[in-house]
């Protein structure tokens, strides 16, 4: 569609390559990928797919396979700027609390060796008078440093980005911008997972279901403002004309990504409210009985995992109805759920490769249910994410460990633990 305008055909074949940062798309598998396309095209269309077409066609994903595997390229050093200054970013806490500590030390040996200076010159004073004099001395040296401490409370310099966005949005005017907030506390799993395209998307998603619960206006642009300025003060010996455009890079493209949602998940609400509310108890039934045909259908392996009482099955069934519509609502408070629900996952080991055609058939199920595509679409977009989330808790958490666990076995456990050390545990 955008095909008529290179300006925006750029922007979005862009946007498109950021998302496939995580994928090695070669030349190969541009061609492989580009004449099956072709073919399709020639075997479904038979003569109406005219040379001039055929020539099109192949003209554009030459350009956009071209693009994915330029911007692969070009773009991994944007990314090495962008991790190594983000972990810059988050340790200056410790590097202030070091500096503090040295400057403190300082002071107190300081005090001690003029302390002592005074007292030797004082040595042939009447022993009241030194007592007189320590007495003061130690009460001024207690009255000094309360002070310090109460000046050290009072000016507290932010040493995390988030301290410092907080300090610079109120200072730049923009404390009053609640929505801000939203963004940054999904903003560290944003920025470390900036070459994962599944997982930022996942975050994306997320971060545009909160904001749609915001009520007032919300101008993106005001963050890159904020962020680029607590960047710049948390990285001063780094920061050059490279970080601002890897960093406003970055930025862009999680904009794009944002803005595609933006307004779409209030109105997916209502159409599967709408949807839910209107079904009758023999549409609930037959939900229940056809999402396993057809879950049994595309994936028969399943049956394997299902074999609970009929009614185990509906309350499932019925569950995940819940979850598509109470993920518009609480999104926060579901992604925390399906986390937990995702380690159990862990534990029944259940292969992830079966959540695919279980979304597939329940989509099948509520399309032959409704005419309604806004809440066919809403239900499809829900689940989909749920599942998202489902597997990347269970591949994270299936560690060497967690499978120990699981087998609810010691000796398992006792010979896991020997091979992974403390700190590895959370990624073997």
């Known amino acids: 569609s955008a095909a008529a305008s290179p300006s925006a055909l750029k922007v979005q074949v862009e946007t498109l390559g950021f998302q496939h940062l995580d994928l090695e798309v070669t030349v190969p598998r541009v061609v492989i990928f580009r004449d099956a396309i072709i073919d399709l095209f020639t075997m479904e269309m038979g003569a109406r797919f005219t040379s001039k077409a055929k020539l099109g066609f192949l003209a554009l994903l030459n350009y956009v396979g071209g693009a994915y595997i330029y911007i692969r390229r070009e773009y991994a050093g944007r990314i090495k700027i962008i991790n190594r200054s983000w972990r810059t970013a988050n340790n200056k806490a410790a590097d202030f609390m070091d500096a503090e500590e040295e400057g403190e030390e300082g002071e107190a040996k300081e005090r001690e060796g003029e302390e002592a200076a005074a007292q030797e010159k004082q040595g042939g004073a009447a022993k009241s008078n030194n007592a007189a004099a320590a007495k003061a001395s130690g009460e001024s040296s207690k009255a000094r440093a309360s002070g310090e401490a109460k000046n050290a409370n009072n000016m507290k310099v932010p040493t995390t980005f988030n301290e410092m966005f907080m300090f610079n949005g109120a200072v730049m005017g923009f404390g009053q911008s609640a929505w801000m907030n939203i963004i940054l506390d999904q903003f560290d799993d944003i920025v470390t997972n900036v070459a994962n395209s599944y997982r930022l998307q996942e975050e994306c998603d997320v971060c545009s279901l909160v904001m749609a619960k915001y009520r007032g206006t919300i101008n993106l642009g005001e963050y890159k403002a904020v962020m680029l300025a607590s960047l710049r003060s948390l990285v001063p010996k780094d920061w050059d004309g490279d970080h601002e455009v890897a960093w406003g890079w970055l930025w862009e493209n999680v904009e794009r990504m944002l803005k595609t949602l933006m307004g779409k998940p209030q109105v997916q609400e209502k159409a599967l409210e709408r949807l839910i509310m209107s079904l009758t108890e023999d549409a609930v039934n037959y939900l229940r009985r056809e999402v396993y045909k057809r879950f049994f259908a595309l994936a028969p392996a399943g049956q394997d995992y299902f074999k609970q009482s009929t009614t185990r099955l509906y309350w499932i069934a019925d569950k995940i109805v819940e979850m598509t519509i109470e993920m518009y609502r609480e999104p926060r408070k579901m992604v925390e759920d399906i986390s937990a629900l995702g380690l159990r996952h862990v534990g029944y080991a259940i292969p992830t490769e079966f959540f695919a055609p279980f979304v597939s058939g329940a989509v099948e199920v509520v399309r ?61």
């Open 368 to 428: 032959t249910m409704t005419t309604d595509e806004a809440a066919e679409d809403a239900f499809r977009w829900s689940l989909t994410l749920i599942s998202k989330i489902l597997v990347r808790t269970i591949l994270e958490g299936s560690t060497i460990v967690m499978k120990a666990i699981n087998t609810n076995q010691q000796k398992a456990l006792v010979k896991a633990i020997s091979v992974s050390p403390r700190g590895k545990r959370s990624m073997e």
